[in-house]
């Protein structure tokens, strides 16, 4: 089994992103700046924010973290997302998700400027995505992607399941796999919470992506021979420790390749984060005039 090391691959993303960052500031004279807001105390969001932080810190990416009390208003949170977007200081912005019960998530996204979307959540990015016109893509998935692009793992006119419809990484995940690009090109099914026989549709798969954070619910019987398994899963067991949606140790010598969890899909994310505010960077300054602008 070949093990994808989402790890390695990351730390090489990062690094190109750093030398990126280094000729930005070279020929623009400032680094790109990140926006990061965090609403309420989430504990595994608060993680994620400080890896965010962490590795922009890493690749000379100008991070400004907003940290605000879970009880803020809509209105307040929207004039802040309002603001940012306006801001001609500001490269890129991530609004870190679930917010706190009684905040409205998609109105919030909606006030993103598209250019401005490092997550590519906005509508116009979202519909941009779906219909193959350039713009800024979700992180989770577009770090899958990244991951098979390295190995050379190519889902071309093979059948991806997709386990999980979120509109963070199944939906998006989907799209990417059925693009008309290259490590796109699969037969994609998305299965969720209400298919029923999940086991039949996985076997089918020569693509696995479990994203719906059920604990080794890929089982042995659900893969077939050869399969490719990218585990987006990543659940926090009774003992402390991390698994992700498929039984692991079960399925190391049925597949061709397989994410760890942890050190599968999660640096990507924030690899992707990077990469991805270089290019919102790019696409306002040097490009303006682009069909994301
Ligand atoms: N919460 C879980 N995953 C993500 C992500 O990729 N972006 C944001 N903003 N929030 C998340």
């Not at 987006?232 to 061709?256: F, H, I, P, Q």
Request: net charge neutral.
């Amino acid at each position: 089994m070949l093990l994808i090391d989402g790890k390695k691959v990351a730390a090489d993303l990062r690094q190109r992103v750093k030398n990126d960052v280094d000729a930005l500031v070279r020929q623009h004279g400032r680094a790109p700046h990140l926006a990061v807001i965090l609403v309420g105390e989430d504990p595994a969001s608060q993680v994620y924010v400080r890896y965010k932080e962490k590795a922009c810190e890493e690749v000379g990416i100008v991070s400004r973290i907003w940290r605000l009390d879970g009880g803020i208003t809509q209105c307040a949170l929207e004039k802040l997302l309002t603001e940012l977007s306006h801001s001609d200081d500001i490269d890129g912005i991530l609004l870190q998700l679930p917010l706190p019960r009684g905040l409205d998530a998609s109105r919030c996204l909606a006030l993103v400027d598209p250019k401005k979307d490092v997550d590519g959540f906005h509508p116009e990015n979202v519909g941009r995505l779906s219909i193959g016109l350039p713009c800024l893509k979700p992180c989770t998935p577009y770090g899958v992607i990244k991951l098979l692009e390295y190995y050379g793992l190519s889902p071309a006119g093979k059948r991806a399941v997709v386990v999980g419809r979120s509109n963070i990484v199944g939906k998006p995940m989907a799209m990417l796999l059925a693009a008309a690009s290259p490590f796109g090109n699969a037969t994609v099914t998305i299965c969720h919470s209400r298919t029923p026989d999940l086991a039949a549709v996985c076997r089918e798969a020569d693509f696995i992506v479990p994203a719906i954070g059920k604990p080794r619910l890929i089982t042995r019987d659900m893969v077939k021979p050869g399969a490719v398994i990218v585990d987006v899963g990543m659940n926090r067991l009774a003992d402390g420790k991390l698994c992700g949606d498929v039984d692991y140790e079960a399925l190391t010598d049925v597949v061709s390749a397989m994410t760890p969890v942890p050190g599968g899909v999660g640096p990507m994310t924030i690899a992707t984060l990077m990469s991805n505010t270089i290019e919102a960077y790019r696409w306002r300054r040097e490009a303006p005039a682009c069909p994301v602008a």
